[in-house]
């Protein structure tokens, strides 16, 4: 399997999954507006999972495409961190889970747009518009709700206590980075975890949070070891696909 | 759930460069940055826009639906007020 196929699974999977993960919000926003902007941004995701898993199946040359790739797998073949299968809790848990990944996608992708690979250069200039906005989005209410009511801040404040431990793995690294970033096709990621604490570290202060004293990191998605929560995920995305292969609609 | 409801906005988007901004609905939020977030969300979604005003609906001065008679039916007996008394030359198009 070549490191470029296995890092694009990463990143497409973990659009892929929390875009499920925000699908669940549809018509159950806390305010309409709010649906729908969870919605966009559901929608946002899934379209990236589209264009990365499209392209991974391309490097991979064996005619799997992007909805073989997300529908047939089996769950230790996903590589998305364990961050984005979190449940999706309160609106604080959701919007935090969000940030937390919004703040690492986007120097992210600035980051690859400069890739050697045209493919994944053009994938991350798209992306990164979406991305942005997502940030905007999810800082914002970061901060309403961290600086806001006794009970909005005491929640986003548990939200960060439970997700924090699953943060370190967005900058997990192996021998498929070493060898990605030997060929120019990536960056050294702690650029992107530089960029990434600096973001976390100025939106929790204006919301008044503190980031946990507890360090231990929780990790495993990136090699295929996820929570329980992932075969509940996969249940659900792959239904259809299994009770009527091949149907399209 | 509060029953305590965020202020209401009303929303006026651009369509493109050079035309004016026209009202498209109204939203709540709790601010005018949030009302601008979501009118992006809930109004531009298909390209509708380039550009977003939000205004506190508390904010417009309406005329009153009770004045109608005084306010707009004057205007309905004077036709001179349209320029209709013209003779449009031959070759004039899009008028």
Redesign the interface.
Known sequence: MSALFEYIIRLGDDSLILGHRMSEWCGHGPILEEDIAMTNIALDLVGQATSLLNYAGQVEGNGRDGDKLAFLRYDREYKNTLLVEQPNGDFGTTIMRQFLFDAYRKPLFEKLQNSSDKQLSAIAEKSLKETKYHLKHSSEWVIRLGDGTEESHQRIQEALNTLWRYSSELFYTDEVDATLLSQGIITDIAEIRAEWEVTVKNVFEEATLQIPSNNWKQEGGRKGMHSENMGYILAELQYMQRAYPNMEW | MSKKE?PLWEIFIRSKAGLSHKHVGS????DA??AV??A???YT?RSEGISIWAVESKDVYASDPTEADSLFEPSDSKVYRHPTFYDVPDGISHM
């Open positions: 965020w939203l709540r939020a709790a940055e949030m977030e979501n992006r969300d809930v979604r």
